[in-house]
């Protein structure tokens, strides 16, 4: 900016003097006349009207140097860097050879990082004036990422070298700056780059990405004071500044210095330069205070600042949000209805409806949730986070595409949106495109700053498919940032099971006993106990958590249940009944207690008292779905199915909705032939439980095989699409099943194959494998499959699909026509 305002002082004291044709005298001097009459007004501070009198002299003449060189001054120095752009580029194209324009695009294009335009003019006025000091300090900026791209040291270090010199004479120029720190970062000379980025901020204390530059550095040198000094100083150049704000409160908090974070939020919310912005601050400092204080301070401060009826709406959706929080669903949701009474369309006022909008879903009204989500739509069509919710509603019904579409809106508008982006993760998924879905949650995790619960997710994907090094990486990354983040090194502990790599496990548990706490010293022996179990080092597991329990005086209940298991799994079924005996000894009423100890009698093989125990728990508690379970369970296991079925509508009775106990009952149906009861249970489960993947897969296969109609085919399609890259056989064959009731012959084989391969002994997968070969016209290879599916012996009725494979198999055989 210095540079401009001299570009604008000479341009000032330059008067033009050419003279031209007589033909064209009069508008040469109507343009003299504009062009001095914008210098004088430029003299005066009228810098608009100045420039509506340079336009007057491009009308007249175009081709006017000086008035084209002072236009691009001026607007260059009222920040209209695009503007100054587009002219210097004009000028240059007009006067090819002008040193000054040239230098001063060059310049303009260098702190706008438009490399392609500082490398053509400036080499080009490199040519014309390669000593020029100005030219010199560019060339150095030039040369220096030139070498950057080459990957040339040698060369980098040159140019770096140049620029040093270079800034002994020139010490403000903040290109040669930039260069300078860059040069001392990859030399890893942490003091020196602190010291040169404390001399670029003297010349240009606006240069917000240095000030960032300099907190990074000195997390790196772990200056805790310099850090702090360095964050005020941000704070205080950008007072305004949200982020600039946080960092600091942040960092106070880490400190332990609570009460100077308050203060900083305080000061935060007095400076605010009108209502609107006080009320957001507001917002800010309560949840500061919700968060540190609790809910309780949080509402008193949000009762002082609500001083009448007309107070923000921000402040009181907060009050009913935190009041919602506190179990006052119903207080907190009539105060909201109170407030939109009536109300407009204003940001704050849909924000508001939408906050109400979750409180409904959250109680059961989905119905009055998408009422308030569709008010707002129509009065603003790409309110992010109504677009979200409504996605997330379109998804649970496998409306995957317009879904997609609502997000793509919302992202276009909101491209940082890691909440979008998670969204738009699980319709890809729902869509079974799992590589999408990774790039969304990669890039959701990226946006964030690697924050903790984006990075946990994208790392609990990268689990589920056994993808441990990068799921390794992803934590870590993360855990630089927020080191001290129990869930995440939970999870890198779980990655390090997966790699069975146990010396990097234990350093996990050595690393949380570190902290000092008592959660994380609890959680590093639990994963203690789990590496020791998952070496197969059970009798060391029984010893450790035996020696836990005894450290806490048998108080910790979980570390005693952990005892228990160990033993159970060393298959020291004995200790494991006296152990369990003990515990319900000493509290016969306590409920985890009676179920553990039903538990282990079920697991030692004393059948007679495990279910006298569970049912002594149904009757105690009817809606206690496990034990209802293991009561149909040990029923069966014993050879009674009838019992067991006795028991199974007894517990359905008592808890009509337990989903295990439906899932039971729909399998029992489908054993007996009843598809058509299966079928209807599993629509109920999946309405209640549309993301489950196995219950998806069970109503898409049912509706597949038991249904010939199209709605219910395309139903099926639509459910099964999550399945399509699927590495379980039984979701392949459903996947590769539908696929060719559907005619799409080459993907149903592809899954069909693997899935045939994967259930030898399932007849149905491998008339399916047959049919598909039949529609392939590979007739040889249909014969096969379906002998084998008539090959296979299984225990009571078989299913409908072997009458059919036998069919088609005497058709192939009599050279009869086949199909389905």
Known sequence: MTQARSRLRAALLTLALTLTLAACQSA?????????SAVALLEEGESERALVELRNVFDLNGQHRDARALYAATVLEMGRTREAMGQYLRLVEQYPEDREALVALSQLALTQGAWDIVRRYGNRVRDLAPEDPDVRALAASIDYADALEAEDPEARRAAAERALALLETRPDDLPLYRIAIDDAL???????AVERLDAALAVAPEARDLHDMRLRVLV?????????AALRARRAQFPDDREAMSDLVRFLLSEDRGPEAEAVLADYVAAAPDAEAQSERQVLRIGFLLEQRGPEAALDALDTAIADAEAPTGLRSLRARIRFDQGETGPAIAELEDLLEGAGTSDAENDARILLARMLERTGNRVGAQRRVAEVLEADAGQIEALKLRAAWDIEADAVDAAIAALRSALDTAPDD????TLMAQAHLRNGDRALAGDMLSLAADVSGRAPEETRRYAAFLMQQERWLAAEEALIAALRQTPRNLPMMLDLARVYR?????????DVERSLRGWGTEEATQAADGLQAIRLAAEGRTEDAVAFLEGLAGETGGGDLSVRLAVLRARLSAGDLEGARAYADTLLAEEPDALVRRLAHAATLQAVGDLEAAEAGFRALVEDVPQLENAWMSLVRLAYAQGDSDRAEAILSEALAALPEGPNLLWTQASL???????????????RLYTAAPNNVVIANNLASLLSTLRDDADSLERAWTVARRLREAEIPAFQDTYGWIAHRRGDTETAIAHLEPAAAGLPDDPAVQYHLGMAYLAADRPEDAAAQFRRALEIELPGPPPPQVARARAELEALEAGAPTGE
């Open 498 to 506: 997966g790699m069975e790599d146990w010396v990097r496990a234990s």
């Open 186 to 192: 990859r030399a890893q000379a942490l003091d020196t």
């Open 28 to 36: 040469e001097e109507r343009a003299q006349e504009h062009y001095e």
């Open 418 to 421: 890691t909440g979008a982006m």
């Open 669 to 683: 149906l489908e054993r007996r032939g009843d598809a058509e009861g299966a079928l209807a249970i599993y629509e």
């Open 220 to 228: 790196g040198q772990q200056d805790m004071a310099g850090l702090e």
